[in-house]
């Protein structure tokens, strides 16, 4: 069974479309995140959320918007996209969250964005 | 965070040990260290973690010296399949739910040479 899944795997479109990716964990963590990985492999984290409370928010845009309508979904969506978010985006989920200290994340297999 | 620093890549042949050390030179005292893998297209797999001195499991071992300003991952006998990214994470321990940034560094890029 597949612990972090993420729809869809690739994602093409054009600036100034709105769309969303979809994230579940099945391994009953109270902490999910996102993060987004750019061409230079740098994975930077996006937003962590903590029974539904959001506790990380690292300075992206206010055109991400994470949702979590319960604890084992975190979806993100992105608004009036730009040729800047192209990247691979990575859910993700640990048991406590925060850190990595003694906390281990997993992560799911990843969203191709393209932004024509 | 603790920054850290890797090398930006490495090549090994198959069968070999292969060391990668991480520096960071800020730890906190409640920072421990992590080991994340990544394969091209798959997200971040953990691959181990430590405090201090050394730890091992079936996939590897960390060893980390007394003054934790580095630490170096080994892989054992090396395969084709170990060919990824090696990411050092170095994080705080959660005392509280604040603004603790998880970044991630470039990483050391494995290759594993037939």
């Known amino acids: 069974d597949t612990a972090v899944s993420q729809t869809p795997k690739y994602l093409v479109t054009q600036m100034g479309n709105d769309k969303s990716i979809k994230c579940e964990q099945n391994?009953?963590?109270?902490?999910m995140y996102w993060y987004k990985q750019d061409s230079k492999k740098f994975l930077k984290i996006m937003f962590s959320?903590?029974?539904?409370?959001?506790?990380i928010n690292e300075t992206v845009p206010n055109r991400f918007s994470p949702k979590s309508p319960d604890k084992a979904h975190l979806n993100l969506h992105i608004n009036s996209l730009e040729l800047g978010d192209s990247a691979v985006y990575f859910c993700?989920?640990?048991?406590?969250?925060?850190?990595?200290?003694?906390?281990?994340?997993?992560f799911g297999p990843g969203t191709r964005l393209t932004v024509l | 965070l603790a920054k850290t620093t890797q090398p930006i890549s490495m090549d090994s042949y198959e069968g070999q040990e292969v060391n990668i050390t991480c520096s960071h030179n800020?730890?906190?005292?409640?920072?421990?260290i992590t080991w994340y893998q990544q394969f091209p297209s798959q997200g971040p797999r953990f691959i181990i973690q430590?405090?201090?001195t050394k730890v091992t499991n079936e996939v590897a071992s960390l060893f980390i010296p007394a003054d934790r300003k580095s630490s170096t991952l080994s892989l054992p006998r090396v395969s084709l399949s170990d060919t990824a990214v090696y990411y050092c994470?170095?994080?705080?321990?959660?005392?509280?739910?604040?603004?603790?940034?998880?970044?991630f560094g470039t990483g050391t890029r494995l290759t594993i040479i037939p």
């Open positions: 993700a989920s640990s048991q406590e969250g925060g850190g990595a200290s003694g906390d281990t994340q997993y």
């Open positions: 391994l009953g963590h109270d902490t």
């Open positions: 959320y903590n029974n539904k409370e959001l506790i």
């Open positions: 800020n730890i906190a005292t409640n920072d421990y």
């Open positions: 430590g405090y201090k």
């Open positions: 994470l170095v994080g705080d321990v959660v005392l509280n739910f604040g603004n603790e940034k998880l970044t």
